[in-house]
């Protein structure tokens, strides 16, 4: 069974940084692609920044500069580096992993497992 449990989130000020991590179980990591979203209330989920098992990146262009995904396939877990982060950065943050074949890295409809989330908020 495929587990993905998030953790690294919290409260901080503008400008300030935090590291999310994701922890993946029951889950042939080293063959798929894994990704960051994040939801603010009333809005669609969207995604943050993915990376590939070679290591490739994307990310949306609203934190190129500011956030980084990175890896560590030896235990399994997803990380996200947010730096310089904003209020509109503020927002429920979700790992997904397994995209689809074919399937968009952005668009959440194409990942087929999905952790419980873990909250970011930043204020002004």
């Known amino acids: 069974q495929v587990q993905l449990v998030e953790s690294g989130g919290g409260s901080v000020q503008s400008g300030g940084s935090l590291r999310l991590s994701c922890a993946a179980s029951?889950?042939?990591?080293?063959?798929?692609?894994m990704g960051w979203f994040r939801q603010a209330p009333g809005k669609e989920r969207e995604g943050v920044a993915g990376?590939?098992?070679?290591?490739?990146?994307s990310y949306a262009d609203s934190v190129k500069g500011r956030f980084t995904i990175s890896q560590d396939i030896t235990k399994n877990t997803l990380y996200l580096q947010m730096n310089s982060l904003k209020p509109e950065d503020t927002a429920m943050y979700y790992c997904?992993?397994?995209?689809?074949?074919?399937?968009?890295?952005?668009?959440?409809?194409?990942?087929?497992?999905w952790g419980q989330g873990t909250q970011v908020t930043v204020s002004s």
């Open positions: 990376i590939d098992s070679d290591g490739s990146t």
């Open positions: 029951g889950y042939p990591y080293r063959s798929r692609y």
């Open positions: 997904a992993a397994d995209l689809a074949y074919g399937g968009d890295w952005y668009d959440w409809r194409d990942f087929g497992y």
